[in-house]
């Protein structure tokens, strides 16, 4: 049963990164269905095994902001956003201690992490897709995403893999994993020129922390490295001449969007949104409300959050990025340098994006508590089997 469930969870995984792209007529998305099937062989996994598998101080804290969030119907501004956000935080909480309970082992992980590259091979495919027919990305003009897929949110889903894919091709054993080595390094350049596509500035800086990770000096061989920066380079420029000119136009606007205080018009959105904090600053306008108050989302999670939970809630939140980033901290070298890479990117890219209640958010943090709990337990393990090789042979 474990096994099934495993599998199962794997395929969730994989559907991450282009979870609105097939939808199911009376069910929704397919990663709606997928979570329902997920979450009964779990509960058939916790019934027949008899245990459960008891969550950390991560999940409390998530536990507890989630509850704010749902309290926050008492006194929300709109009652239909905050329930519908109310059903997104069940949904979420649930496949967090679903990831808890199945991906126990650094291997486990490991297959979690490349289930997700993969599955954004899916979104890149399609991005590609688009581009080659002139298919631009709903809302925009000459921007290219994925199908049923946001283009700024493709942009982040997509800069998110590029650590895993980087860890994944210097972990994978050549002999063994020929064609997975293959395909987590070429995902580095088909993934830039994707996120290119969608011309989504914020991905520029965004892209910083992974390519951080990527250059890093460890203990690589010299000419190793030197093949990886000259395939950058020369993939970059291979990009650069396939990308239209309007797309090139556009992030060339960057540094003049953000000097004249626009930013493809969100600053003035942010001062809305300070505005409604500045109205009900301790308990929040409602969680999920913003969208009918202003008109739009934040386009900036730590505002959305400020605006939505209040201070309340954004202290909660604030504990959960602590929990997430030190626990990142200590994790062993060759491993705390991918979570943070990881982490960083979200820190980044959520600055024009409400992704408070977007899966990739909430499972990329619990990746970093399951790598954590994975590595410790896996060290005790071999001490204890230490421990009693030394006892037998005394």
Request: with cysteine.
């Amino acid at each position: 049963m474990r096994k099934i469930t495993f599998w199962i969870t794997l395929f969730l995984v994989f559907n991450l990164p282009w979870e609105n792209s097939i939808t199911i007529p009376a069910v929704g998305s397919l990663a709606r269905l997928l979570g329902f099937v997920a979450a009964g062989f779990w509960l058939l996994t916790i019934l027949t095994e008899g245990q459960f598998r008891k969550p950390n101080l991560f999940h409390a804290f998530v536990l507890l902001f989630f509850i704010w969030s749902i309290a926050s119907i008492i006194w929300s501004k709109e009652i239909n956003g905050t329930n519908f956000r109310m059903k997104t935080y069940l949904q979420i909480f649930l496949l967090l201690l679903i990831l808890w309970e199945v991906l126990r082992k650094p291997g486990d992980l490991e297959a979690g992490l490349q289930a997700y590259v993969l599955g954004a091979y899916g979104s890149i495919a399609s991005s590609i897709y688009n581009y080659i027919n002139g298919t631009n990305a709903v809302n925009y003009q000459v921007r290219y995403s994925a199908t049923g897929v946001n283009a700024v949110d493709l942009s982040l889903i997509l800069v998110l893999g590029i650590p895993l894919a980087w860890h994944l091709y210097q972990q994978a054993d050549i002999r063994k994993n020929r064609l997975l080595k293959f395909l987590n390094i070429a995902y580095i350049p088909l993934s830039i020129f994707s996120i290119l596509l969608t011309a989504a500035r914020t991905s520029l800086f965004a892209i910083i922390p992974a390519l951080v990770y990527i250059l890093w000096p460890k203990k690589l061989d010299i000419s190793r490295f030197i093949f990886i920066l000259i395939l950058l380079v020369i993939s970059l420029v291979v990009i650069q001449t396939l990308l239209p000119s309007e797309i090139k136009d556009r992030l060339g606007t960057t540094f003049t969007s953000i000097s004249t205080s626009d930013i493809g018009g969100r600053v003035n959105i942010w001062r809305e949104t300070i505005a409604i904090f500045n109205r009900h600053p301790f308990l929040g306008n409602g969680s999920g409300t913003l969208s009918a108050t202003i008109g739009t989302l934040a386009h900036n999670t730590y505002l959305s959050v400020l605006a939505e939970t209040g201070l309340i809630g954004f202290f909660m939140f604030i504990c959960i990025l602590a929990i997430v980033i030190n626990q990142a901290i200590r994790l062993p070298k060759g491993y705390s340098g991918l979570w943070l890479s990881v982490f960083f990117v979200w820190v980044v890219g959520v600055l024009s994006l409400s992704w408070e209640a977007v899966k990739p958010t909430w499972v990329f943090f619990s990746f970093v508590m399951i790598e954590g709990a994975a590595l410790h337990d896996q060290f005790r393990a071999e001490m204890l089997q230490s421990s009693s090789s030394e006892t037998q042979k005394g």
